[in-house]
């Protein structure tokens, strides 16, 4: 029997880890740790961090090479097929290291259930045979880091929040449900695809990171620079995590 904790970390600062993480961390007997290429070296740097900040005990960490999702493939097709490659490269590993079963840690940006795909690729571990128990322990999610930096609430009164990814933001435009969206995954800026006018946007990455970057304000004026430092940033780092809350004037 493997015992899966997928512990959510917050958005990269260890005092994001809240105390049920650190218990969850210290009891685990194997933490894998997902290498992304050099490019993302700071993310592992990041995790080997937060497990030398959290870990006073004799849990293992094991780092790995997470396979790339392939560039040639339909959006949905490519990361069907990226899924199934980590779930064989978890298994790989758990038959490595805890081949008679154990308490098995990942550590999952944010919080595991918010646009996040490591529950779903569990699935696919216990749909081929593994006998597995999954547990989630909640994490900061970046939306909650972004309001935090900008000392804003997520809602206007009595009104509902929506939460989408670029993509569709661009395919659909600003939903008619909600004067409020909150966009995730987006490398293409995609609010430049709005009219900006009546809009207020509130955008942050590397959020409780040294680096933390904060940009708020009407998107007629901010929206080129918002672009403009996220290339920057991204060009001076080699990756990126970032969120942004938009609202709309009703009046």
């Not at 290339?231 to 995590?241: E, K, P, T, V």
Request: aromatic content about 6%; hydrophobic content about 45%; some cysteine.
């Amino acid at each position: 029997m493997i015992d899966l904790h997928l512990i959510g970390i917050g958005t990269g600062n260890p005092e994001h880890l809240t105390l049920a993480a650190i218990t969850t961390m210290n009891d685990a007997d194997l933490i894998l740790l997902p290498r992304k290429g050099d490019r993302k070296s700071d993310l592992i740097d990041l995790r080997r961090l937060i497990c030398e900040t959290a870990l006073t005990g004799a849990t293992r960490v094991v780092e790995f090479d997470l396979p790339e999702r392939s560039a040639d493939l339909p959006y949905i097709d490519a990361v069907h097929g990226w899924h199934d490659a980590i779930a064989e490269a978890w298994a790989a590993q758990i038959a490595a290291h805890l081949p008679s079963g154990g308490k098995l840690a990942l550590l999952v940006w944010g919080d595991p259930s918010l646009y996040d795909s490591t529950l779903r690729i569990a699935e696919r571990l216990i749909v081929g045979g593994m006998d597995m128990r999954i547990r989630v322990v909640p994490g900061i999610t970046s939306i909650q880091a972004l309001t935090a930096a900008h000392a804003i609430p997520l809602n206007t009164l009595a009104s509902p929040v929506l939460i989408t990814t670029g993509r569709r933001l661009r395919e659909e435009g600003w939903p008619d449900a909600a004067d409020t969206l909150v966009v995730m995954l987006d490398g293409d800026c995609s609010f430049q695809s709005l009219p900006p006018e009546g809009i207020t946007i509130w955008w942050g990455a590397y959020l409780g990171m040294p680096q933390e970057a904060l940009v708020q304000g009407a998107l007629t004026d901010v929206g080129g620079t918002i672009a403009e430092t996220r290339a920057a940033l991204r060009r001076q780092h080699g990756w990126i995590m970032d969120v942004y809350l938009m609202r709309r004037s009703l009046t």
